[in-house]
């Protein structure tokens, strides 16, 4: 049972443009996101959360949406370079509940950056 | 700050055959977890130790997957006896927040092919 989807496997994008990265999650009990960025033979790497409290979050190039209503969030990447290329998890979690600190992964988006 | 360590990188074995890894986390953090990726899928969560202690096994095929960690530092995960679904890559996180959903520090896991 996939409590969090992300259902592009794959996005291209040019140098400069805009990347958007979408995720969905069926558990409401989830309060607390992240994303990951993965490059190959390498462990994922922490590249931004968002707390339910918030509809938004930004660090530098990178800006998280959280839209709770329709349990959906997404990963602006901007302006977009060639080594975002990599693949991009997105994760949940609760704070509450027998499930405490677990995360929950989606399948990963791999982002292609082309000059 | 050393990230998180493990051993081997890759290990190739034959069906039924036994293996084991290791992982050593960041110094300091407290919780401890192994997670499975198999190919083209997230991250599973398998087992999540706080301190020498197990809070989450749920999800760990116990009659052939064990793991422990010994002093609340270094964690080993071993499979006895592999069955060829068992290959993927066996990623061990690290974080200080505890049981507060916060980030995890992965390594860069172990690949595991059965044959």
């Known amino acids: 049972d996939q409590q969090v989807k992300q259902n592009s496997p794959s996005l291209s994008v040019q140098e400069g443009r805009i990347s958007i990265l979408n995720c969905d999650y069926t558990n409401s009990m989830f309060d607390y996101f992240l994303w990951y960025k993965k490059y190959p033979a390498e462990g994922p790497t922490f590249l931004i959360s968002i707390s339910s409290i918030k509809d938004k979050n930004e660090d530098g190039r990178f800006t998280v949406f959280l839209n709770k209503s329709a349990k959906h969030l997404s990963l602006h990447i901007v302006p977009s370079q060639p080594g975002d290329s990599a693949v991009y998890f997105c994760?949940?979690?609760?704070?509450?509940?027998?499930?405490?600190?677990?995360?929950?992964f989606g399948r990963g988006t791999q982002l292609t950056v082309w000059p | 700050e050393a990230g998180v360590a493990q051993s081997p990188r890759y290990k190739i074995i034959e069906k039924r055959q036994s293996v084991a890894f290791w992982c050593n986390p960041i110094?300091?953090?407290?919780?401890l977890y192994w997670y499975q990726q198999i190919l083209g899928q997230g991250p599973k969560l398998l087992i999540q130790?706080?301190?020498?202690?197990?809070?989450?096994d749920s999800q760990l095929p116990k009659d052939r997957f064990s793991a422990e960690r010994l002093k609340g530092v270094d964690s080993t995960l071993k499979i006895q006896p592999a069955k060829l679904e068992d290959s993927a890559v066996y990623l061990c996180?690290?974080?200080?927040?505890?049981?507060?959903?916060?980030?995890?520090?992965f390594g860069p896991g172990t690949r595991l092919t059965v044959l």
């Open positions: 130790f706080q301190n020498n202690g197990v809070v989450d």
């Open positions: 994760a949940a979690s609760s704070r509450r509940g027998s499930t405490l600190g677990r995360l929950y």
């Open positions: 996180a690290s974080s200080s927040a505890g049981m507060s959903g916060n980030e995890q520090f």
């Open positions: 110094s300091g953090h407290a919780t």
